[in-house]
């Protein structure tokens, strides 16, 4: 009766491994299987019975898989965001656009302080008092008198303390303003680093060095090819003087052809961080 039994299990047994594994078996797929037209599976021998050891195989291997799926997904969710620097300068100029219009505001509201101090008398809180020492008899002109210098110090201070405030305030908006200029030109840094990268082009595209020793003009004119092996001079220059060369033989190339600026739309915009570069180190 035991041998019965477990015949019995592994027969059932192997109907529902072969169900789980259905999508590989010749039946399933239409095609044979993984191994042939019609043949068997990779998981069954020619007359249909289960390879176990093969299963088991599959079954490491999907999990291998699934643990680099894991892996991936977990470094594509651990790795850092990449910056949209053209969208973060973006940003940054609206930010210092709006910090600019609070500080021309609070100017504004000074020079009328400021007015103020200059007309006290008119100030809502002095001007009655120094009408009423003006036009006051003899006998109640010293009492009225101080009545008028007492208010007129009070809005004195009041609108000292009021301009002091707003002037704290543009020293906060200046040094605000001064820190999203510094992060704007490092962000312009790698907008400009990648586009004289892509106006390098790369090591296939590069004439040899000894092009940089020619004069080039109108008559002489630079093919892309010398000019981006100036560009990768310039980029790699360690130094400011070497820099500088390779600069004007940037400048001197780019004139020579205008061809150059309909070749490669990175030839253009290289050529205008390197001018702007030149003018910045001359």
């Known amino acids: ?6 015949l019995y299990n592994l027969n059932m047994n192997g109907n529902l491994f072969s169900q789980g594994l259905g999508m590989f078996s010749g039946n399933s797929m239409g095609f044979g299987g993984l191994t042939g037209f019609g043949g068997p599976s990779i998981f069954t021998n020619c007359y249909g019975e289960i390879n176990y050891d093969a299963a088991a ?3 490491v291997a999907n999990a291998i898989i699934g643990v680099a799926g894991q892996a991936y997904a977990a470094h594509q969710a651990n790795k850092e ?7 973060e300068i973006y940003n940054i100029n ?3 656009k709006t910090k600019t219009d609070t500080k021309l505001e609070l100017t504004n ?9 200059t007309n006290i008398n008119e100030h809502h809180d002095v001007k009655e008092k120094y009408e009423a020492w003006q036009n006051a008899a003899e006998e109640n002109k010293a009492e009225l ?3 008028y210098k007492d208010a007129k110090q009070k809005a004195e201070r009041e609108i000292n303390a009021q301009i002091k405030a707003k002037n704290e305030q543009i020293e ?3 040094s605000e303003i001064k820190a999203l200029e510094a992060e704007r030109e490092r962000y312009q840094a790698e907008i400009n680093k990648k586009i004289l990268d892509k106006a390098d082009r790369g090591a296939l595209q590069r004439a040899g060095k000894d092009c940089l020793e020619q004069k080039y003009n109108e008559q002489n004119p630079a093919t892309e090819r010398q000019l981006s092996r100036a560009f990768f001079e310039f ?4 130094n400011i003087t070497d820099k500088r060369t390779y600069a004007k033989k940037i400048i001197e190339m780019y004139d020579s052809n205008l061809q150059l600026e309909n070749a490669n739309s990175s030839n253009k915009r290289g050529y205008e961080i390197v001018q702007k570069w030149l003018k910045a180190n001359p």
């Open 1 to 6: 009766m035991a041998p019965g039994f477990n």
């Open 109 to 117: 509201e000074i020079n009328e302080l400021q007015s103020s101090l």
């Open 172 to 174: 906060k908006l200046n």
């Open 94 to 96: 609206k930010e210092i």
């Open 235 to 238: 980029n790699k220059a360690k």
């Open 145 to 147: 008198e101080k009545e």
């Open 81 to 87: 965001p990449e910056i949209n620097y053209t969208q």
């Open 57 to 59: 195989g599959y079954g």
